[in-house]
């Protein structure tokens, strides 16, 4: 099983920037795509960027495109996301989750239900 603990949350300013972190612990070598999703209150878990492991190749909605950048540092199995140009309705609980190698799943990348492993979550508020 792998455990994920996320950093970085906090408040900032509408048109701020914030970075978040999350590092993986105990079954990390297996890990073959990690994500950041976001909920507000009231609203669905939304993925806001997703990252292939071993090749880095990336996924964002287009709501955040050119804004968010999700990186991976695999030495120190930790995952980024870089978020830039914040806006209020931004305002959520941030999640990192993972999703480990060998596991099959029928979903997109994107849908919350293709990770099994999720962090505690971590409040991010964007100010007017």
């Known amino acids: 099983q792998v455990q994920l603990v996320e950093s970085g949350g906090g408040l900032v300013q509408a048109g701020g920037s914030l970075r978040l972190s999350c590092v993986a612990s105990?079954?990390?070598?297996?890990?073959?795509?990690m994500a950041w999703f976001r909920q507000a209150p009231g609203k669905e878990r939304e993925c806001v960027g997703a990252i292939n492991w071993n090749d880095g190749i990336t996924y964002y909605p287009d709501s955040v495109k050119g804004r968010f950048i999700i990186s991976r540092d695999s030495a120190e199995n930790t995952v980024y996301l870089q978020m830039t140009s914040l806006k209020p309705e931004e305002t959520a609980v941030y999640y990192c989750?993972?999703?480990?190698?060998?596991?099959?799943?029928?979903?997109?990348?994107?849908?919350?239900?293709?990770?099994?492993?999720w962090g505690q979550g971590i409040q991010v508020t964007v100010s007017s």
């Open positions: 105990g079954r990390a070598f297996s890990l073959y795509r």
């Open positions: 989750a993972a999703r480990q190698a060998g596991v099959t799943v029928y979903y997109a990348q994107s849908d919350p239900r293709s990770y099994r492993a």
